[in-house]
């Protein structure tokens, strides 16, 4: 007896020190991710946090003349809410938003099932489809500005052999703002497209193989099988549209600069031309947390939608 507790005695250290070993080495990788990650951190605090707390004070700030700050408070909400142009902006940026995100996502989703196939034909397809996203939107907003260009450009050219008579697409605030709608689905519509292919690939193909022995039709399988299992693939990519509804701006100043009579004049433009061109850094910055609140809660609740009712391959 006193012989198996001195070897129990013996062997105890042996036995606990791969374990304490082990909780040592798991230990080194967390401090190494931590110190690999924290210049990452630095940074993003730097540049994403701390504007954001920034705009936060700029808009509860209240100036007095010559921009010496006098207290805080919702005076520069206040200004904001009694500005009409900027209840024009919010109104214009929620139709360029329902012309932009609803039909670009359709497009795509059309375009990536129609060309999930890897053949040649679909791989020329898929560049040319794919080219305007390589492209700068300033580049892509001049191209447009001769395409649309009344008279003498490409659409009225084309129009005027059916017999439609030319129109200032830019220059007609009936017009102007759907003009940019439709850059913007041209633009946009190849990008989400590469999002979709993605998702369908990870579409198990036995799914379909089992659904088309039991006699499913095409558009069943696309609607009992396809569409469902590529709603968080659509969730993440219509966050990544509102996001671009908000912060693309390019096209807009270089064709229109908000005009005519502010009919493209969107929220960013509006911000834009209050900081910059008014110097109301004030009403910019309400207008800056009002349009970052209200992209967050779209986002939030757009993910939370389309997560309900998600169907995962085991």
């Known amino acids: ?59 509860v700030s209240l100036e007095g003349f010559g921009g010496k700050r006098i207290g805080y408070g919702l005076g520069n909400f206040h200004r904001l809410f009694a500005d009409t142009a900027f209840w024009t902006a ?22 990536g099932v129609v060309l999930q196939e890897a053949t040649r034909l679909n791989a020329m397809l898929r560049t040319v489809i794919v080219f305007p996203v390589v492209l700068p939107l300033v580049a892509v907003a001049t191209l447009f500005a001769f395409v649309l260009m009344p008279g003498v450009g490409l659409l009225d ?61 095409a558009a069943t399988r696309f609607f009992r099988i396809t569409l469902p299992l590529l709603k968080p693939t659509l969730a993440f990519v219509l966050v990544i549209a509102m996001i671009n509804v908000v912060t693309q701006i390019d096209h807009v100043i270089v064709l229109t600069g908000g005009g005519p009579s502010d009919s493209t004049n969107i929220l960013l433009n509006y911000i834009f031309q209050a900081a910059h061109q008014q110097g109301d850094t004030g009403r910019a910055a309400a207008a800056t947390v009002i349009s970052v609140a209200a992209l967050l809660s779209l986002s939030v609740a757009s993910l939370k939608t389309l997560e309900r009712g998600m169907h995962y391959e085991s």
Do not use: C
């Not at 360029?96 to 795509?108: D, F, I, K």
């Open 1 to 59: 007896m006193a012989q198996a507790l001195t070897e129990s005695t013996i062997l105890a250290p042996r036995l606990e020190r791969p374990a304490e070993t082990r909780r040592a080495q798991a230990v080194v990788p967390k401090r190494a991710a931590f110190w690999l990650l924290a210049p990452s951190f630095f940074l993003l605090f730097l540049f994403t946090y701390v504007p954001i707390l920034e705009a936060l004070m700029q808009a």
């Open 157 to 217: 050219y084309h129009l005027a052999k059916l017999g439609i008579a030319a129109t200032n697409w830019l220059g007609n605030p009936d017009t102007a703002l759907y003009a940019i709608i439709g850059l913007s689905i041209w633009k946009n519509a190849g990008y989400y497209m590469l999002f979709v292919l993605a998702g369908l690939q990870a579409i198990a193909p036995e799914l379909h193989e089992a659904a088309k022995l039991d006699g499913a039709s």
């Open 90 to 111: 919010l109104s214009n940026n929620f139709v360029y938003g329902l012309g932009t995100v609803a039909p670009s996502l359709v497009l795509a989703v059309v375009l």
